[in-house]
């Protein structure tokens, strides 16, 4: 892990970039850019209010309030709950192609 960061300013203009982008994608989370970076929860969304406008940073924290995937913990518990889901559908996926009961007339193209 990087040493934490303890002032902005330390900060370059291309790694201040790089965390903004990690922070606005959906499948990035706070744990993968305190790895990176060293910058906690916190600090990230102190860093977001500090550098964005007053309204994207508003559209950000409801992006990010409504999104688990922010949350490698809760990250992990939904694609477990995506694997279950997705396991039980196949499984009751018995007739998805039923064969004809009848054989087709000769001649037709069914």
């Known amino acids: 892990m990087n040493k934490p960061i303890t002032d902005f300013n330390d900060l370059s203009d291309a790694d201040t970039s790089q965390i903004i982008a990690m922070a606005w994608d959906d499948n990035t989370s706070f ?20 550098s964005l406008k007053a309204r994207s940073f508003q559209i950000w924290r409801m992006r990010v309030r409504a999104r688990s995937s922010k949350h490698a913990f809760k990250q992990t518990q939904m694609m477990a709950q995506i694997h279950q889901d997705a396991s039980c559908a196949i499984a009751d996926n018995t007739d998805e192609f039923p064969l004809r009961e009848t054989p087709a007339p000769r001649g037709s193209l069914l």
């Open 31 to 50: 744990e993968a850019i305190a790895l990176s970076y060293g910058l906690d929860e916190a600090r990230v969304i102190s860093l977001m209010r500090q």
